[in-house]
């Protein structure tokens, strides 16, 4: 079964503190690899699209990277403003996406 | 600034109702996907189309569900009758694929549904 699991649940960081949010996966045939922020009573807005293993995409103080079995959300030295649940995504088939339950990240100033 | 938008925002009804929720999707995409999150459950795949067709339903309740795509600018997601375990918020997204390669989804900001 098709299952993405995402860790921790809640991280909480003191603002200008580095940390990796995780999103391991186990699929049968992965397409791409989605992150997503959402913001509360808001809809999720795309951040980035990993393909293949090795693959890293960077924006402002993210940086997202995919090996085989995971992804990593990396956040350097956030702000209060990057407090948001962040989602990732796999992609299976041509267009279906299953989510996993999110990070809830909290940085304090 | 293209987005999707979606009507109503939030919705109040009692059991037994019909809702109507619906969705425009950003003008040139050819996928359209309803979700719904909820806490337990998190974010949901219930349908989506492509090119105004449907190409999957099976995370929807057939027996009280529906979804439909009239025309290009409008998609609808239709429950009859509610239940209070309906309640949570629907989202609506679309992409544009072209069949093999995919690109990412955009959300719009939600329905929230509370049947009572």
């Known amino acids: 079964e098709d299952q993405v699991t995402q860790s921790p649940e809640a991280l909480r960081l003191q603002e200008g503190e580095s940390s990796s949010l995780n999103c391991s996966y186990t699929?049968?045939?992965?397409?791409?690899l989605f992150w997503y922020r959402q913001d509360p009573g808001k809809g999720p807005e795309f951040l980035f699209t990993?393909?293949?293993a090795g693959e890293e995409k960077e924006k402002e103080r993210l940086k997202a990277t995919l090996t085989k079995k995971e992804s990593f959300l990396h956040i350097t030295a956030p702000k209060p403003e990057d407090s948001a649940t962040y989602l990732c995504?796999?992609?299976?088939?041509?267009?279906?996406?299953?989510f996993g339950a999110g990070t809830r990240l909290a940085v304090h100033p | 600034d293209a987005r999707v938008t979606q009507t109503p925002r939030h919705k109040v009804t009692e059991m037994g109702q019909e809702v109507t929720m619906r969705c425009q999707p950003i003008?040139?995409?050819?996928?359209v996907f309803w979700y719904r999150q909820t806490m337990m459950q998190g974010l949901e795949l219930l349908a989506y189309?492509?090119?105004?067709?449907?190409?999957?339903d099976s995370g929807m309740p057939k027996d009280r569900f529906s979804a439909e795509m009239p025309d290009a600018t409008l998609a609808t997601l239709k429950i009859q009758p509610s239940e209070p375990r309906d309640s949570a918020v629907y989202f609506c997204?679309?992409?544009?694929?072209?069949?093999?390669?995919?690109?990412?989804?955009?959300f719009g900001p939600g329905t929230r549904l509370t049947v009572l």
């Open positions: 189309f492509r090119n105004r067709a449907p190409l999957d």
């Open positions: 995504a796999v992609q299976v088939g041509y267009n279906k996406l299953i």
């Open positions: 003008l040139g995409h050819n996928t």
């Open positions: 997204a679309s992409g544009l694929s072209s069949g093999v390669s995919y690109n990412e989804q955009f």
């Open positions: 699929v049968s045939g992965l397409r791409g």
């Open positions: 990993l393909y293949s």
